[in-house]
């Protein structure tokens, strides 16, 4: 798994998956595709947290901070950002792919988040995601554990909907 490359270690992580019966070919073009504007929730979610305007693509993604971090097409795609989450206006700073793994200033948290397209079981497959963080210092982690306390149901939700946008783009594909 790629996203095991980036952040092996973590402190913190989240997982949620659904099963499917769409082709990796089609999860992999609709993970690259995906568009949360839809979502009224994770417009709502992304406001509150006083995120730079930008769109809910991946592209978007980019544009507040994350670096596609690694894909292998039809099996996994990993996105990750380097910041202080904590902060009432996140703090996030811009870092190049091949600086994220060896990224250890004190006083940060490094996110990676990955969409993982499992091998078939009975004719249909699974697609997960999962959400890791390392905090590079026991500061950043424990401003990190309290924010994650307060955040993480709202992740969860944001998450669950990025899963559920996937899957609606393969059957808007035909899948």
């Avoid at 913190?12 to 073009?29: M, N, R």
């Avoid at 609709?30 to 730079?52: H, N």
């Avoid at 600086?99 to 250890?104: H, T, Y």
Wanted: glycine letters at 8%.
């Amino acid at each position: 798994m790629i996203l095991d490359e980036w952040i092996p270690k973590h402190h913190f992580s989240e997982k949620h998956s659904v099963i499917t019966q769409a082709t990796p070919g089609l999860l992999y073009d609709s993970i690259v595709a995906m568009d949360l504007a839809a979502s009224p929730l994770v417009r709502f979610l992304y406001s509150l947290r006083r995120m730079p305007r930008a769109t809910l693509t991946l592209e978007g993604m980019k544009e507040i901070g994350f670096s596609v971090l690694g894909m292998k097409e039809e099996r996994e795609y990993v996105i990750g950002l380097v910041g202080r989450f904590w902060k009432p206006v996140p703090e996030i700073i811009d870092i190049r792919p091949d600086s994220f793994a060896s990224f250890n200033e004190e006083g940060y948290a490094k996110a990676a988040l990955n969409f993982l397209i499992g091998e078939s079981i009975g004719g249909n497959r699974q697609l997960s995601t999962e959400t890791r963080v390392y905090c590079t210092s026991l500061d950043a982690r424990i401003r990190f554990s309290a924010y994650w306390a307060v955040i993480r149901p709202f992740s969860g939700l944001i998450r669950k909907a990025m899963l559920k946008e996937i899957i609606r783009g393969t059957e808007r594909s035909g899948g």
